[in-house]
């Protein structure tokens, strides 16, 4: 609960938590806020202006704009959240028996994250799609195969720093077991850690995922998603560039706030950026006060 008010402290992070709230649950219950079916045609309504019932107009199908964007959080959000779920978990598994166990096991573990990590993450995702096909369920498989290595890195860091305490090698030291020690004492310590690289990947599997779809290698018509609304409105990006409008600034929106979140659940966790943001803060009024032309105090 301290966390969560270190957070709602801050404005900007406060309005971006309200926001991925919100998509989350709009998302969720999209059959429910979403005006008319995503997936209904209206030839008749070809880029129809925005009216009282099409609130964001229509596309070149006379579908509801408003209704496919709201949709489209399905898969450019949600499915991704569950993407990322599974990447840090097999990363997070990996990374704690490495860190934890380290000889053999941790060389073995870490050379096949080196065999992972020395492919640029956007190559391994096209080459993985290239392999399964395309689709919003192989891009998301591609994600956890291409991303587990990197969360697996990381999180094996924070586990060997934390495998050295005190207190955990006195739990070794009176016999408690290996997954008992992990579990009470490496898991808590490490979840800080897992919480903001989690966070700050999330917002870019979310750019990845549109991208895709705006090549066509995401998921495929006639379902919703953002990059895919993107695509569509490309042939009058000039002529009704309102369009491109509604899915841009929603991807725009949506993955600085997830960025602004990230920064404040970073500093939220650590205490020492906390302060250290203070006295930059502090050190800055001071040196503004300096300046010629301002009274000092």
């Not at 406060?14 to 209206?42: K, N």
């Not at 840090?88 to 992972?116: H, P, W």
């Not at 009470?184 to 779809?213: E, N």
Request: one cysteine or more; hydrophobic letters at 55%.
């Amino acid at each position: 609960m301290s966390m969560l008010k270190r957070i709602l402290k801050d404005k900007l992070a406060a309005v971006s938590l309200s926001i991925v709230v919100i998509t989350i649950m709009v998302g969720i219950f999209a059959p429910w806020f979403a005006p008319h079916d995503p997936h209904e045609v209206h030839m008749e309504l070809r880029y129809a202006a925005p009216t009282g019932e099409y609130l964001l107009g229509n596309d070149h199908l006379g579908r509801c704009v408003l209704s496919r964007l709201i949709f489209g959080i399905r898969p450019s959000v949600l499915w991704v959240f569950v993407a990322l779920v599974l990447s840090v978990g097999v990363g997070a598994i990996l990374g704690f028996i490495a860190g934890y166990f380290r000889g053999r096991t941790d060389a073995v573990l870490m050379r096949i994250c080196d065999v992972m990590l020395s492919f640029p993450g956007y190559v391994m995702t096209l080459a993985l799609i290239g392999m399964l096909g395309v689709g919003l369920q192989n891009i998301l498989i591609a994600f956890v195969l291409s991303k587990w290595a990197w969360f697996a890195r990381v999180i094996r860091t924070s586990v060997m720093q934390a495998a050295e305490s005190d207190y955990v090698k006195f739990s070794q030291a009176i016999g408690a077991g290996h997954l008992s020690i992990m579990v009470r004492h490496i898991v808590p310590v490490s979840l800080p850690d897992i919480a903001v690289i989690s966070s700050s990947s999330f917002g870019s599997m979310v750019l990845q995922i549109s991208g895709f779809s705006f090549l066509g290698l995401g998921i495929q018509a006639p379902h919703a998603e953002w990059g895919m609304m993107l695509n569509e409105a490309r042939e009058v990006m000039f002529s009704r560039p309102e369009i491109m409008l509604a899915p841009g600034l929603t991807i725009i929106m949506v993955v600085s706030a997830i960025n602004f979140l990230s920064d404040a659940l970073q500093v939220a966790l650590d205490p020492k950026l906390m302060t250290s943001k203070g006295k930059l803060q502090a050190d800055a009024a001071a040196l503004e006060a300096r300046l010629p032309g301002k009274e000092v105090a």
